[in-house]
């Protein structure tokens, strides 16, 4: 496979959910997103969004914004969002989607929109086991759409997985790894369920034990990544992943610390925020309570905001726990999880293996950790 586009990154990422509204019903979605999905953002409030996040490059050299949902490519506007963010002076236009939903025009108008990043999200090389998660004939949609993605050279292409007990398995790594090459793909990145959602149903099924899950994660640091470098990026979603890199423990972080502030692993609240479809500011989308709104976007200026009390405590990264660990200002941890097992997101990353002396035999059964 000859990989020819480049993507270059940007300072500031915030991932903006257009809409609520899915055509799917993935069984571990954690917005538990659906057709009955009210909330969708107006192309007027959208404008209003992007001027604002654009008023604020005097203070980031380079910002990407993401489209996400729900499915954003359900949005009879998505063409029109790109166009006027890559026409404002968005750096970097990026869209995560399910892939059922394309045919070649629609792609050629977003690339021409200036879309310069598509993540389309499968679970396993497996038709079978992928529908299982994800629902009756996903797969076959998803593979036409990575058919007409691979004719094109000037969008960067990724996958999506989300690991649950169907799908962690290293045969099931290195079968996406070889569908990815297939089909031209740039990158893989892998990221554990989130615990809430759909999968509260289905946490009995889904949620793989602790012990698989620790082995995987230590397959693809130690492993899959070296076998394919330079080949095929694959990126491991887990902030304290780092603690398995073969050569130097946090090692690609360490060196960009010399050169970046502010880098984390987990890059909430530091290079990257999201917005809601009504226009809240969040330092996550994963963080939909209440007590993490920052501010509207549609109604506040963001230069206003962007030193809020929350992110300076995010920035600090005063989290109990992980703020006493070495690797804390390379890892952070993960907000949402520490918030949907403590019930508290400045507490730890329960699912960290530096941190499983500190969980109760309760949380532990949860979390199948032995």
């Not at 790894?177 to 946490?203: P, Q, S, T």
Request: net charge neutral.
């Amino acid at each position: 496979m000859v990989r020819t586009y480049k993507l270059k990154p940007v300072d500031l990422n915030i991932a903006i959910e257009i809409l609520e509204m899915c055509n799917l019903r993935c069984r571990y979605c954690y917005v538990a997103a659906g057709i009955m999905g009210n909330n969708i953002m107006k192309l007027e409030d959208y404008m209003k969004i992007i001027e604002n996040i654009i008023s604020i490059k005097n203070k980031y050299n380079r910002i990407g914004i993401t489209f996400t949902g729900g499915e954003p490519t359900l949005h009879p506007d998505l063409i029109d969002m790109v166009r006027k963010a890559k026409d404002i002076g968005i750096d970097r236009i990026a869209l995560v989607t399910n892939g059922t939903l394309m045919n070649k025009r629609f792609l050629d108008n977003l690339i021409d929109a200036g879309l310069e990043w598509i993540a389309v999200s499968i679970d396993s090389y497996l038709a079978e086991d992928n529908d299982y998660l994800r629902g009756k004939g996903v797969y076959e949609k998803v593979i036409e759409t990575l058919k007409i993605l691979s004719q094109y050279e000037n969008i960067y292409k990724s996958l999506s997985v989300t690991l649950t007990s169907k799908n962690i398995s290293k045969d099931n790594a290195e079968g996406l790894v070889k569908l990815g090459k297939k089909y031209n793909v740039d990158a893989i990145v892998f990221n554990m369920i989130m615990l809430e959602g759909n999968l509260i149903e289905n946490i009995n099924d889904l949620m793989p034990s602790y012990d698989e899950y620790l082995k995987f994660i230590k397959f693809l640091e130690t492993e899959l990544i070296t076998e394919y470098f330079g080949d095929i990026d694959i990126i491991v979603g887990e902030p304290w992943a780092g603690l398995f890199d073969p050569v130097m423990l946090f090692g690609l972080t360490k060196i960009m610390k010399t050169v970046i502030p502010n880098t984390r692993m987990c890059s909430a609240g530091l290079t990257s925020l999201g917005v809601f479809s009504n226009g809240d500011l969040t330092p996550c989308l994963m963080l939909r309570e209440k007590q993490f709104i920052i501010g509207n976007l549609i109604k506040e200026k963001l230069i206003d905001l962007i030193d809020n009390e929350l992110l300076r405590k995010i920035r600090g990264n005063s989290k109990v726990i992980c703020g006493l660990c070495e690797y804390s200002n390379y890892c952070g941890g993960c907000y949402a999880r520490s918030l949907q097992v403590f019930k508290n997101a400045f507490y730890a990353d329960p699912l960290c293996p530096r941190n499983i002396k500190y969980l109760s035999p309760v949380i532990k059964e949860k979390l199948k950790i032995k």
